[in-house]
């Protein structure tokens, strides 16, 4: 009894020094997302060259957190296949006249060795399905929330990147309060 007794604590004596070395975000043993700010954003179109030329953020931006034990991978999509009026539902607008730009302002880089972030240039436009916003790059993209915090930018009727290429103008969208959904979706990196 002794000998099993003592075994146990030496192979707990040897195994803590590692894992006090391992960068792994507590409490949490898997992955986190943490969404600090910027719940709701908002658009309002009030100046006729807002509807030619769109919102470029304004102001509209959700910061965001990711602890991870794993390599990981955040994708984004809307609940919806597109807009509809909430006081009249006839009245659409389609998802890609919004888009997201992200910064990252974490200690891990995004310039394809920690983390690839395919909204660090241009927007990508928001869509029904899911869309990689950022993966792991060549080395690990893991850590605590400190080395992964993002600024996601959200613009609307900008035209740029993937965006619907005409102006909210051009598409004689209806005056009304457009709403949806967006899904952050935060899932182990497979590359």
Do not use: C, H
């Amino acid at each position: 009894m002794r000998k099993q007794l003592y075994i146990l604590i030496l192979l707990i004596s040897v195994l803590l020094p590692e894992l006090k070395a391992q960068d792994i975000p507590p409490p949490n043993p898997s992955m986190v997302i943490s969404i600090l700010s910027g719940y709701s954003v908002t658009f309002m179109f009030d100046d006729i060259s807002e509807y030619k030329n769109g919102i470029l953020n304004g102001g509209q931006a959700t910061f965001i957190r990711i602890g991870a034990v794993m390599d990981w991978k955040l994708q984004f999509n809307a609940d919806q296949s597109i807009f509809y009026g909430e006081s009249n539902p006839s009245n659409q607008m389609e998802l890609n006249n919004v888009g997201v730009v992200v910064t990252s302002t974490g200690t891990n880089l995004d310039d394809g060795s920690n983390i690839i972030n395919y909204a660090k240039v241009s927007p990508i436009a928001l869509s029904s399905s899911e869309i990689t916003l950022m993966d792991k790059g060549s080395l690990s993209n893991r850590g605590y929330e400190n080395r992964n915090s993002f600024t996601l930018n959200w613009e609307m009727g900008t035209k740029r990147g993937n965006m619907n290429n005409e102006s909210i103008l051009q598409q004689m969208i209806e005056a009304d309060t457009y709403m949806v959904n967006i899904i952050l979706t935060l899932s182990p990196s497979i590359n």
